[in-house]
Structures are given as structure tokens and as C-alpha cells.
């Protein structure tokens, strides 16, 4: 089962949530799409963690052959393409490597070569197998990455959790494509329900049944509960507001191994999260 857990921003505490979860079960796999700023290794570091390069196809001239009618200029939406002083140049930052460049080229004019656009790597420690993607400073997308460490992830059974990257981005939509149920996490904010209600809306679009998780809670009624009220959606946990949560996990520990009180609290959500997913 794979279950992706959201937020309509940074800093909710979904990676806290995946983390623990992930640590909570007895065999799992956590694997790290948020590859911009990938932060589960932080949490979890692996033994025997092995790397490798993720590349894309990316085109360039064969200058003998282009006679500048500029059709691939004219169909590149992302302007990877230009031709200036007679010469067509292309920008390998810009382009998104879909390949439509060299299908309107009459002369054949363009061909490919691989580009490294970042790495993956994968480990594991305790019961937890470590998949993390890390895309290079100033590349385009992450989404290639995100495929692959998916497709990576099939090598494993049992329960699966899939930090997304925040927000409902490109990267954010292939993440949740595979998965089985979506655990969204907010803040008891207006800003928290108004992030809840686009990525709720996102889970709609492609039809993914979902839950709420309220974190850094407070006892008295919120915006999120309110709106989950409204469109019926179950709220698994309020997590309250503990300074001492927040410091064991701001030094980079796993706050179930710390604590025999979280670690219930974890596995109650745990079982709860995989009751709600199966029904």
C-alpha cells in the first residue's frame, strides 16, 4: 500500500509525520519526492547507502544540417530554443526534454544526449528501506527524479510512505499518481485551511480517497477542523502543540525511537491511517 502525505505548504510538518509514521511500522518503505530540498535523510541515516545518476534527454545541433527555418524555436513553449547570428542554440536549462524538437526539425538537424539532472539514493536502517531523490541546483523539473524513485520503490513490499514535495505543483501531482490514499497535514490556521482546501482539491481531481491530519493543534476549534466539518473529511489525529516534540525533532532524531509516549500516539494514527485506507 502506497500512502502519499501532503500539505499545501512548507513547514506543516509533513516529512515529521512520514518519518514517524514510516518508524512506527514494523517493516516500511519512506520515499523522499520532495527532491528540491529532500530532508528525510536527515531524519533517517542509512547504512550501505548507495547512489546513482537520474539523466533526461536533451537535444543539440548538428549545425551542417540546420538551414535556420526555425520550426523548433516556434514549437518550444519553455523558449529552450533561439536562433540567433545564424546559429541555433540551445538552452539546456530551459528545456523540459519532451522531444518535440526533433520531430518538427524537416532537416533532422537535432539530436539527443543524456544530461545529468540529479541522483538517488537508497539505504536502509532498522526496518526501514530509504529511497531519496535529489535534483541538481537550477534544473527545470524534479519530475523525472520522482518517476524514477517510484518506479525504484515497486522492489519493496509492505507499507510505503511517499513525502511529497509541497504544495500542488507538477512534481506534487506525480507523486500522488501511484498512490493508494493521500494523509494531508495542515496547521490550525485560516492559512493552514485555505492551503487544506487546494490540496484536498487536488486529491479530488484524481480521485484519491484522503485524511486530515491537524498538526500543532490546540484544544479549542480551528479553521481546518472547520473546514473539514464542511466537506466531510475525517480528521485521524490532532496532534497538540509540545515543545518537547518540537525539540527532539528539531536535532534531527526520530521521535518515536525517543519516546515510548509518541510511539503510541504514532502507532494509534498508524493503524488508524491503514483502517481508514482500506475501507
Not at 515529521?16 to 514494523?26: H, Q, T, Y
Not at 540551445?90 to 538537424?109: F, R
Not at 531519496?132 to 517510484?150: C, D, H, M, Q, R
Not at 482546501?197 to 477542523?225: D, H, R, W
Request: proline share 4%.
Amino acid at each position: 500500500m502506497k500512502i502519499a502525505i501532503l500539505s499545501g505548504k512548507g513547514g506543516t510538518g509533513k516529512t515529521f509525520l512520514a518519518v514517524n509514521l514510516a518508524a512506527s511500522a514494523k517493516y516500511s518503505t519512506i520515499i523522499d519526492c520532495d527532491v528540491e530540498e529532500p530532508n528525510v535523510h536527515l531524519f533517517l541515516k542509512t547504512e550501505n547507502t548507495s547512489t546513482k545518476n537520474v539523466s533526461v534527454k536533451i537535444p543539440y545541433v548538428l549545425e551542417q544540417l540546420c538551414d535556420g527555418q526555425r520550426k523548433c524555436v516556434d514549437f518550444c513553449r519553455y523558449n529552450a530554443l533561439a536562433y540567433i547570428d545564424n546559429q541555433l542554440i540551445v538552452m539546456d536549462n530551459l528545456c523540459h526534454s519532451c522531444g518535440g524538437c526533433l520531430l518538427v526539425c524537416p532537416n533532422k538537424a537535432l539530436k539527443e544526449k543524456n544530461k545529468v539532472i540529479g541522483e538517488i539514493s537508497s539505504g536502509k536502517i532498522k526496518q526501514i528501506n530509504v529511497l531519496s531523490g535529489f535534483l541538481k541546483p537550477g534544473e527545470a523539473t524534479g519530475v523525472p527524479i520522482i518517476k524514477e524513485l517510484l518506479d525504484d520503490s515497486n522492489a519493496f513490499e509492505g507499507l510505503k510512505f511517499i513525502d511529497c514535495p509541497p504544495g500542488s505543483s507538477c512534481s506534487v501531482i506525480e507523486s500522488i499518481k501511484s498512490a493508494d490514499f493521500c494523509l494531508l497535514v495542515t496547521e490550525p490556521t485560516i492559512l493552514g485551511a485555505f492551503n487544506l482546501k487546494t490540496i484536498y482539491e487536488l486529491t479530488k481531481l484524481f480521485n484519491k480517497p484522503c485524511a486530515v491530519v491537524i498538526n500543532k493543534s490546540e484544544k479549542k476549534t480551528n479553521p481546518a477542523q472547520l473546514f473539514c466539518r464542511q466537506n466531510k473529511i475525517t480528521i485521524l489525529e490532532n496532534i497538540l502543540f509540545d515543545r518537547t516534540m518540537n525539540d527532539i525533532s528539531s536535532i534531527g532524531k526520530v521521535l518515536v525511537w525517543e519516546n515510548k509516549r509518541y510511539l503510541k500516539l504514532f502507532t494509534n494514527l498508524l493503524n488508524n491511517l491503514v483502517l481508514e485506507a482500506r475501507k
